[in-house]
């Protein structure tokens, strides 16, 4: 089970994210500030997984929040959730070790996906003794644009289609799915799918139905 802090000046505000929160499986809210000092106090006492951090707060922005939780050697993550749009404070919450930025107004879903990506590297990270590169590069992102190591007879530029299909179906979709969508011959796309499952990109599910093999199901993670 995932803890997560919500801390928000708007006690409506606060009310609904706890209730966002709570409808994802695996996340339970453990407490609601709902200022700077009282995120600091609350986090002291619950030590959570996850604080979702608004940047206005009455007393301190969420940044210096933030800093100080680092400072004390809480090692809590932290989504910012606010309607700071400029590029500063974007920054300086990446500097402060943000794990992602929402932008009010969002929908729930928009939250949802960002708790389950904390729930993916949370269990992936629970699951590594040694990483490898490419679970590293889950871990903390892509890496550019034309520097990823392809195996022989995959093109960078149909990776990224694919992933780019992944990204577009994210309840997951077959290898036939996936070669409609990208215009892909289906043991090409397949290839590519069967590729990012190996390397912790894409996991793979099987749906029963009929007679026959079950069909695989490929859904992007992270």
Known sequence: MTNVLVVDDDFMVAK?????????????????????????????????????????????????VLRELRAAGLGMDALFITAARDVGTIREALRAGALHYLIKPFSQAALHEQLRHVASLR????????????????????????????????AAHTADLVDSVLRAHPEGL??????????LSRVSARRYLEYFAETGRAEITLRYGGTGRPERRYRRLG
């Open 123 to 154: 269990s992936r990270l629970d699951e590594l003794d040694e990483a490898r590169q490419e679970d590293v590069d889950q871990i903390f992102g892509t890496r550019p644009r034309g520097s990823r190591e392809l195996p022989k007879g995959l």
């Open 174 to 183: 077959s290898a036939t799915e996936c070669a409609e969508a990208g215009s």
């Open 16 to 64: 609904l994210h706890c209730r966002y929160v709570s409808a994802v499986a695996g996340f339970t809210v453990s407490g609601v500030a709902h200022n700077g000092a009282e995120a600091l106090r609350a986090a002291e006492r619950l030590r959570p997984d996850l604080v979702l951090l608004d940047v206005f707060l009455p007393d301190m922005d969420g940044i210096q």
